[in-house]
């Protein structure tokens, strides 16, 4: 019951920032834990960040601690990250995804909504 748009991809500079927002439409968005990945060309899907439905806890992949932060604003339905030092090898399509469960995950496998993606590229 909810979907999901990303937007805010786009070229940027290696060091440089990005912010990626995903827009929720449905009437539970409160309700779903909200995670992040990408995909490279070739490589398999990989866990970013995630957020619970509450904003009390987050967690990430350790490529990106202290780089990347996700936030949510249920009251908006939109659950962001903000990319810092972002480098060549960051390049790859970032999606938004939806879980309703109790716990955070990083399985891709145990999200039950996702965007279409947004692309990112860093060049060097």
């Known amino acids: 019951q909810v979907q999901l748009a990303e937007s805010g991809g786009g070229l940027v500079q290696a060091g440089g920032s990005l912010n990626l927002s995903c827009a929720a439409s449905?009437?539970?968005?409160?309700?779903?834990?909200m995670g992040w990945f990408r995909q490279a060309p070739g490589k398999e899907r990989d866990f970013v960040a995630a957020?619970?439905?509450?904003?009390?806890?987050?967690l990430y992949a350790d490529s990106v601690k202290g780089r990347f932060t996700i936030s949510r604003d249920n009251a908006k339905n939109t659950v962001c990250l903000k990319m810092n030092s972002l480098q060549p090898r960051n390049t790859a399509v970032y999606y938004c995804?939806?879980?309703?469960?109790?716990?955070?995950?990083?399985?891709?496998?145990?999200?039950?909504?996702w965007g279409q993606g947004t692309q990112v590229t860093v060049s060097s």
């Open positions: 449905g009437r539970t968005f409160s309700s779903y834990n």
């Open positions: 995804a939806a879980d309703l469960a109790p716990s955070l995950r990083y399985v891709s496998s145990g999200y039950d909504y």
């Open positions: 957020i619970r439905w509450t904003g009390s806890r987050t």
